[in-house]
């Protein structure tokens, strides 16, 4: 069921299309991308931990690299997760840091309760930001995005590298990867309205909040169908956290069409590795808390069939924050009977424009 619903944010109204089916297995959901932003909760918190994709492949690196070594858990959010499971695994001590504070006292009372303060230090603040010694030897740091260097990792873990890992320390996760495809957002909600999901109203308040303004946030889609994608996928961004990490990127990939449709933008997902040899996580193709995101290129849907090709340009660079990274996109269509469609999105971690695309236009609507 559609409706219009509003929000109020510093003094603002805004109007929002609210999707009010209740969120279920299989149905898409369209969110507001929250990771890259200091806004988690419980539930959020608890969409991770139950996470057993995710959680197996943190828990393997670990029973390899932890035993014996100094573990550094950067973001460790309420439950102390990484530091707990490295010391399980045989560490000889954790060091803990969240920059929540909601977070990090809910943190500093599981570490009282589990009695575990001798071999786990907890510190509040941003790891960018504090000094400790003596230096880790392995370093373990969930904050990957949907978009993987969305929550930072480039910038956060180039830092860890010079300033808190010994020489030769190790980094987990491994691997992060971007995946691109051509797609048309209806596709990605067959027989369902375009709206964001009821549940996602609070998340999106907090984050306009927290900037001050509202601005046209990255769209996750949760629960989307591979059979959406109208071409080949490619790499557009790579982090390789113990080889040559690069806080800044930029990406040129073809992607050829590979089944006849009408494409507006791009759907990106998440690779990750934990260890170099593993499987990787494939957040389009395995159930995560990890999802897609939808990123528009078009003001309105091209057709497109097999033999045409889009030509994609991806450049990660750093926010003003020098953290999180504004992704920069530029695309060209080249089409079977000659023509090429041009087509850009800039989305910044933060501020920017609001309702610039037709589709934050039809989900933020003024009257
Ligand atoms: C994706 S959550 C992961 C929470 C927990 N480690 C887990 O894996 O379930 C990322 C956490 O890292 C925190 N965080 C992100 N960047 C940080 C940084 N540079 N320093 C300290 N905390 C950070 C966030 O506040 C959040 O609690």
Known sequence: MLNIQEIKSHGRTLRVRVDREPEREGRPALWPSVGEYPIYDPFLYTTMTTDSERNERFRAALRQLAPGRRILDIGTGQDLLW????????????LAVEIIEDAFHKAAAN??????????????????????????????????????????????????????????????????????????????????????????????????????????????????????????SAPVEVLDFNGNLRTGQRTTARLPITRPGHMDGVLTWLNLWCLPDEEPLDALHMKTNWATIYLPLFDSPVPVAPGDALDLTFAASLSDDGVHPDYQLTAALHTADGQEHHGSLASPHHGGSFRAYPIYRSLFPTS
């Open 83 to 94: 530091a707990r499971e490295g010391l399980q695994a045989g560490a000889r001590h954790g």
């Open 111 to 232: 570490l009282s309760a589990c009695d575990l303060q001798d071999q786990i230090t907890l510190l509040l603040g941003e790891s960018t930001n504090v000094q400790f010694a003596p230096r880790a030897d392995v370093c373990v740091a969930e904050i990957i995005g949907s978009l993987a260097g969305a929550e930072g990792a480039a910038a956060v873990l180039a830092d860890a590298r010079s300033r808190h890992l010994e020489p030769g320390g190790v980094i987990v996760p491994h691997r992060a990867v971007t995946q691109a495809a051509a797609v048309c957002l209806s596709d990605l909600f067959p027989d369902q309205p375009v709206a964001f999901a009821e549940a996602s109203l609070p998340y999106l308040r907090s984050i306009f909040d927290w900037h001050g303004a509202p601005f046209d946030v990255r769209l996750r889609v949760e629960g989307a169908s591979p059979r959406a994608l109208l071409s080949e």
